[in-house]
């Protein structure tokens, strides 16, 4: 079972509903809700309110966590290939053990990334690191603002290896397509913007190993499933 953590103070679902469709197709998914607000409650439509776990698509959601106990809770009683942790709880994050693979989400936005700041910090508290860790930033931009020095510089303290960094920019397509979504059965993908539509597929090729080809591939077979 891999382990995928994405720490940011932003809203995250529709990113990690397009990654869970993606991967789906090849492993078992789990999304573990650790938003502050409980932000996948009513990001789509369910069956059943009142169910721990609830199906969306053909991956599983998990609302409401809050510890790492939690989650270990549901991986003794289900088995999954995949873990997608959207996490904004600094409280967490510090009892939390390493991930196998971590994605730091943010824009240039003050409040965002001063409290990214108090996340990152509260994940390598207290966390001996024999070795840099390898973090993927995945940055909402908008141009003409300030460019991700100024966020390395900020954690210039904790034991980070900056891996390639991620870019997409605010796209009314996108948050059209996300807003349908919240009302829609499965994950539709057709319509995204260029740049969000390589983000999701650098994230889930790497969550897979796969390359471009066999990514691009995994993209159209989820463009047709229903």
């Not at 024999?130 to 966020?151: C, F, Q």
Request: proline share 3%; with cysteine; glycine share 2%.
């Amino acid at each position: 079972m891999r382990q995928v953590l994405f720490i940011g103070d932003l809203d995250k679902t529709d990113l990690l509903f397009y990654i869970a469709k993606l991967i789906s197709l090849d492993k078992k998914v789990l999304i573990a809700d650790y938003t502050l607000t409980k932000r996948y409650e009513f990001a789509y439509p369910k069956v059943e309110m009142c169910e721990a776990i609830q199906q969306y698509d053909y991956f599983d959601v998990a609302e409401g966590l809050n510890k790492y106990s939690d989650l270990e809770s549901i991986l003794n009683k289900h088995d999954y290939d995949i873990v997608l942790v959207d996490i904004e709880k600094e409280q967490s994050l510090k009892n939390w053990p390493n991930a196998d693979s971590l994605y730091l989400i943010t824009s240039y936005e003050n409040p965002v990334i001063q409290r990214n700041l108090k996340l990152t910090e509260s994940f390598f508290h207290e966390k001996l690191a024999s070795e840099l860790v390898p973090v993927t930033k995945i940055i909402y931009e908008v141009h003409g603002t300030l460019n991700e020095d100024y966020i390395n510089d900020l954690m210039d303290k904790f034991p980070i290896h900056w891996e390639e960094t991620l870019i997409f920019y605010p796209d009314e397509r996108d948050l059209t397509r996300k807003i349908s979504n919240q009302y829609s059965s499965s994950v539709k993908l057709k319509g995204l913007s260029g740049p969000f539509k390589e983000v999701i597929k650098s994230v889930a090729g790497k969550i897979l190993d796969s390359n471009s080809k066999e990514t691009n591939v995994l993209w159209k077979q989820a463009e047709r499933r229903k």
